[in-house]
């Protein structure tokens, strides 16, 4: 199983994840992400992004927003396929607790 480890660098999800945060990723083979789920994903015109599933298509592609009223959602994202999810966000580390 492979874990991730990721340093928060936008608002994207703001207030809970900040810049400067950690999260902790988890990825199995085979994966079921549901609606809810943060997760850490490759996005070809972004680079690396972290947002939360919001719904499901049926073709299984990835509808995904940030919680900051600011963050770029999937409208101008575009949906994101399964394979380019890097993990699911199993544990965050705020900077100031370190």
Sequence with gaps: MPIGLYRINGLSMSPGLAPGDYVVTLKRW?????????????HPQFGRIIKCIRAIQPDGMLWLEGTHPDSTSTDKMGLMRRERIQGRVIRSISQSTM
Aim: hydrophobic share 40%; proline share 0%.
């Design 30 to 42: 085979k994966s079921r992400y549901r609606i809810g789920d943060i997760v850490v994903a490759q």
